[in-house]
């Protein structure tokens, strides 16, 4: 725009000094105005194209390199669409890539496609370096552990694969969630305004979609798209955990505080640290320089008394805790149940290869590198705050380990126990915005119907998905609770997860894989990195799919939809029986989605029992019999043309 903005200026200017001089006459009235007619076309064309060559016209761009920015992008390419990545960060691959490196899935193999690309690179780069059996191939734990660096290496990988010049990325650039940065007509999106964070200079973009692909929601919001944040109440949607809530790890009971009432709270934020006990591979930990002791002494009372959140803690008597302190204090390790020692107080430790970990808050600790209640604002401030609160949140968690290796009222065996440290890039953001869509998804989606079985089946399913209902804390310690009010952990069972979740009700070209609609309990299913990857590879697909049919994102064909995710290995319902190598595994997956297959087995190979070929009968609308020899595989070949 620059560009475009200073030849108008300079053109104005001569058309001004024209004007002035051909206004002497009357009699040249209509040859002024021809002529002003003319060098206003002119300058208007000068503008268009000044303002073309300066902003990028892709088929779809968008905002945020996060692994569903990734998935989506790559989707997108293989459909032969031009995509641009924008990511405000020096690196592309969000959390995976900044120390997320134990994979959050409840069920290996509900999750495939691009994600499951994602898992066995990583698998053959340890394969490949080390030798298969190697210790490194062992910890990658068939690719779900990873070091940071392999994730970024996988990303290239996969981004190459398929780039054939359809995929650009560009970093530094920041979007800032402000109306004021999206130009729409009527209710399409037409360009977003971005700023280069190395020239601090405005760049325009245009694309026939676009894909907020941001942990936050940004690009939805700003575009006007209505969004959730906070907790909704526990009679709101009849979920389990919502609400103001106190309970003892990991499944409850609730205790004293509890209210089931809902409030703006946000889940805590915080680093996942890629930690090592190799003393050829750590770095020491340095002191910050705003460190604040008072932060964190009550760590020393929890060390002494072995004091934790497991229900256990619960029966512990003052005298076993008395008991415990004199043996910390003999130089001993803790012996209370659930109790947790050195680094491990402090932190969740998950084994990487190369001697590292994955440390995330401690879910059985009342103080951790969680930081409550001040990342609040997070989801709806702009960058400068956001960027304050990273930094408040890297000298809370540097001067935790700090406090833990180093202060002398800790017991010097403890001091001892924990280990050195390694500090990624980027904060934790495990919730912000919840982009309102056609579609919202709540805890009652994860959900058995009955138990041992299938949660609701949504006939447009773009993945099958499954973590446990997990929360982690949205304030600090309270005298008195048992934990932090927040935190939750309730099981759930594989799900499917409908396409409408990411799309708008109202904006035709928008999709958003991440910030997805749904409650503060059903998201807290959704936020896993194996979800939003799969989400992102069906919002590439939907994308392209758009463009190809010049409809809008909330009328494209759901059916093909699904055929191109199959066609790509996606799972849009699991079965405990079958994977996606099978040959009849797209039929079955269709079928399934309407009801051929309530179980969570397919049995293809078993004979068509009487009551199966009922449901199906019924199902189908055409005659299907048990013969007593008929495989199911050979019965679904009849319902082909259905």
């Known amino acids: 725009m620059y560009l475009g903005s200073d030849i108008i200026i300079k053109t104005m200017g001569r058309l001004i000094r024209t004007k002035s001089c051909c206004f002497s006459s009357n009699q040249n009235m209509k040859t002024n105005n021809l002529m002003m007619k003319r060098l206003l076309t002119l300058c208007l064309f000068i503008f268009l194209t000044a303002y073309k060559t300066y902003a990028s016209d892709y088929d779809i761009v968008i905002v945020g390199g996060t692994p569903a920015g990734i998935t989506s992008a790559i989707a997108a390419a293989r459909e032969g669409k031009n995509c641009l990545i924008l990511e405000r960060t020096e690196h592309i691959g969000g959390l995976p890539v900044n120390g997320l490196g134990a994979t959050d899935i409840g069920t290996r193999g509900a999750t495939t496609g691009l994600f499951e690309q994602f898992v066995s690179l990583n698998k053959a780069y340890y394969i490949n370096t080390y030798g298969e059996k190697s210790a490194q191939v062992q910890d990658c734990s068939d690719g779900y552990h990873f070091e940071p660096h392999v994730a970024a290496l996988t990303f290239k990988q996969m981004i190459g694969a398929v780039n054939s010049g359809k995929i650009s990325i560009l970093t530094f650039r920041q979007f800032d969630s402000d109306p004021r940065y999206v130009t729409k007509e009527g209710n399409r999106i037409k360009t977003i305004r971005i700023l280069n964070r190395k020239t601090k200079k405005e760049e325009y973009y245009t694309a026939k979609i676009f894909i907020d692909a941001t942990y936050e929601g940004d690009l939805g ?369 269709k079928l399934s989605l309407r009801g051929f297959f309530p179980q969570w087995n397919a049995r293809l190979d078993e004979v068509l029992d009487v009551d199966t070929a009922k449901l199906w009968s019924s199902l189908s609308g055409k005659q299907i019999k048990s013969n007593g020899k008929m495989t199911k595989r050979e019965a679904i070949k009849t319902l082909l043309n259905d």
Request: with cysteine.
């Open 221 to 589: 919001a700003a575009a006007g798209v209505p969004y959730k944040l906070g907790r909704e109440g526990a009679d709101e949607y009849n979920e389990p955990c919502a609400g103001k809530i106190y309970r003892w790890w990991k499944h409850g009971p609730d205790e004293d505080g509890t209210t089931y009432q809902g409030d703006n709270a946000i889940q805590a934020y915080n680093y996942r640290l890629c930690l090592t006990d190799d003393p050829k591979n750590r770095m020491p930990v340095s002191k910050p320089d705003n460190y604040n002791r008072n932060e964190y002494i009550s760590l020393i009372d929890d060390v002494l008394t072995g004091r934790n959140t497991d229900v256990r803690f619960k029966h512990v008597s003052e005298e076993k805790i008395a008991e415990n302190r004199k043996n910390i204090l003999a130089g001993n390790p803790t012996s209370t149940p659930g109790d947790a020692w050195g680094m491990r107080k402090l932190s969740s430790m998950t084994r990487l290869p190369n001697a590292k970990t994955d440390a995330n808050n401690q879910h059985l600790a009342l103080i951790s590198t969680d930081l409550p209640e001040e990342n609040w604002a997070w989801p709806t401030s702009d960058w400068d705050w956001r960027d304050r609160f990273a930094e408040r949140l890297k000298s809370y968690t540097m001067g935790l380990l700090w406090f833990a290796q180093n202060d002398e009222e800790l017991p010097q065996n403890f001091r001892q126990a924990c280990l050195e440290w390694g500090f990624p890039r980027q904060v934790y953001v495990r919730e912000g915005r919840r982009l309102e869509g056609v579609i919202f998804f709540t805890a009652n989606d994860a959900l058995p119907v009955k138990e041992g079985g299938r949660a609701p089946l949504h006939s447009t399913s773009i993945t099958a998905s499954h973590y446990a209902l997990d929360s982690h804390a949205v304030r600090k310690r309270e005298p008195g609770r048992v934990h932090l009010d927040g935190f939750f952990s309730h099981p759930s069972s594989v799900y499917t997860v409908p396409y409408e979740v990411m799309v708008p009700q109202v904006i035709d070209n928008l999709l958003f894989p991440v910030a997805v609609s749904g409650s503060h309990v059903g998201f807290s299913t959704l936020r896993m990195e194996p979800c939003w990857m799969a989400l992102g590879e069906a919002a590439g697909i939907a994308a392209a799919q758009a463009i190809d049919y010049s409809t809008n994102v909330r009328e494209i064909s759901s059916d093909i939809l699904q055929d191109k995710l199959l066609q790509n290995k996606a799972t849009l319902i699991y079965f405990r029986d079958l994977k996606n190598t099978d040959p009849d595994f797209a039929l079955v997956q």
